[in-house]
């Protein structure tokens, strides 16, 4: 089944420490977002890629990059976690912004 | 800035209730709504969907109503089932280029047998 798959699940990293989270999609969307949604509380756009047009959220941390080398994958680079990072990061993706939202299962964070 | 809301946070209902899940949004230029079901550590799960052109749209056990007089979006369940228990978050995208899909606060549905 065509899907957003992301890797890890769980993903525990120590304060400071870089941390690359990965998503890739079998639904040839052409717009792959990264979502932070910490515990009780909806989903937060990160930032989100247009075919390869990055397009960040003004509110979005210094702190948070990310990559998209091809239409297939996106990665979330963190590249100091603070305790305050720790979160579910969800990737998404869509056809233009037109529809076929589809979720991934989700990387569980931990910072220790 | 603009946002969608949900006025309540927790519902719980009895099961073969029907739930009605309430969602307020204050962007009048929004075009496309969604609502999603999220359980316990996975993640949003697509339930419904519905454009600025219709009122109603029906699923299976599921119908979205749409009032833009008010602003107002709810998420109607037939039968409540167990099954349903989740966390429910209306999103919108406003109608905007370049404007990505946004997610109100969620209310947790609880049901009991």
């Known amino acids: 089944d065509a899907m957003v798959i992301q890797n890890p699940r769980y993903q525990v990293t120590q304060f400071g420490k870089p941390v690359t989270l990965s998503c890739s999609q079998t639904?040839?969307?052409?717009?792959m977002y990264w979502y932070q949604q910490k515990s009780s509380q909806a989903p937060k756009l990160l930032f989100h890629?247009?075919?390869?047009?990055?397009?960040n959220e003004a509110d979005t941390p210094d702190n948070f990059q990310s990559r998209r080398p091809n239409t297939s994958f996106c990665f979330l680079d963190i590249r100091s976690p603070g305790l305050g990072d720790a979160a579910m990061y969800l990737c998404?993706?869509?056809?233009?912004?037109?529809?076929?939202?589809?979720f991934g299962s989700g990387t569980r964070l931990t910072v220790v | 800035g603009e946002s969608v809301g949900l006025h309540l946070p927790t519902l719980s209902v009895q099961e073969g209730d029907n739930s009605i899940i309430n969602c307020a949004y204050s962007?009048?230029?929004?075009?496309?709504f969604i609502w999603y079901k999220q359980e316990s550590g996975k993640g949003p799960q697509f339930i419904i969907d519905?454009?600025?052109?219709?009122d109603k749209r029906q699923g299976q056990r599921v119908t979205v109503l749409l009032n833009k007089t008010v602003k107002h979006l709810s998420l109607q369940i037939a039968a409540t089932q167990p099954g349903d228990s989740a966390v429910y978050f209306c999103?919108?995208?406003?109608?905007?280029?370049?404007?990505?899909?946004?997610f109100g606060k969620g209310t947790t549905l609880s049901v009991s047998s």
């Open positions: 998404a993706t869509s056809r233009d912004y037109a529809g076929g939202y589809t």
């Open positions: 639904l040839n969307h052409n717009v």
């Open positions: 890629y247009y075919d390869k047009d990055f397009n």
């Open positions: 962007n009048s230029a929004s075009d496309y």
């Open positions: 519905i454009r600025s052109n219709m």
């Open positions: 999103a919108e995208i406003p109608n905007q280029a370049g404007t990505a899909l946004i």
